[in-house]
């Protein structure tokens, strides 16, 4: 029996699992869009980054929506990953570790050496602030999960603990960046 055989075993009820998040976060969406348009604070929007960094934050989307795609997909219809979609699965998670590698110096706050600059820590939306890091740490337990898991240090027992904490991680990952990308949006359209 293969290990994909028997990751199928351990019986997590992801089909309800990814329709509560969805709904949760749905839900936070439409709520805080709400308060966000009922509390109005024009601020001019400052541009903060390069258009390097933008394409780097673009591509991380989108690099992001096909490994979810892939992953999420297959958890949808309750089958294993396997053919092309493991194949542009694991392609793509190349890219996520370098593009993550790239957001994380071009977005995250990088210390005292930004002292005095317009766009410091304390004038960036709480949101913003919170869902990149998430978005960071999320990334980092999906990411080392896989990482841990080719190395020669787990049975098969751990080996499917580590696969059930990827696709948690994973989920993590989604549900960061989505806020990260509504954040970001409220934010570029000068509303917070």
């Known amino acids: 029996m293969s290990i994909l055989a028997d990751i199928a075993i351990i019986a997590w009820p992801w089909r309800t699992i990814l329709l509560t998040a969805t709904v949760i976060v749905g839900a936070f ?3 805080h869009a709400v308060w966000v348009a ?9 541009e903060r980054h390069g258009a390097i960094s933008r394409v780097a934050y673009v591509l991380f989307v989108l690099v992001t929506v096909v490994l979810a795609a892939t992953a999420f997909g297959n958890l949808w219809r309750g089958v294993s990953m396997k053919g092309y979609a493991l194949l542009a699965h ?4 190349g890219a996520f570790l370098f593009l993550l590698l790239c957001l ?3 977005f995250l706050p990088r210390g005292t050496d930004r002292t005095g600059q317009p766009h410091e820590l304390e004038h960036r939306w709480w949101l913003a602030r919170w869902s990149a890091w998430m978005l960071v740490g999320s990334s980092i337990v999906a990411a080392a999960t896989m990482l841990v898991s080719m190395l020669p240090l787990a049975d098969t027992n751990g080996l499917l ?4 904490v ?7 990952v989604l549900v960061s960046l ?3 990308v509504y954040a970001m949006s409220v934010t570029r359209a000068g509303w917070r």
């Open 29 to 31: 969406l439409v709520l």
């Open 38 to 46: 009922c509390t109005p604070r024009h601020l001019t929007v400052r």
């Open 90 to 93: 694991v392609a793509a998670s």
């Open 104 to 106: 994380s110096l071009f």
């Open 161 to 164: 603990l580590l696969a059930q």
């Open 166 to 172: 990827h696709r948690v991680g994973g989920l993590a």
């Open 178 to 180: 989505i806020l990260h």
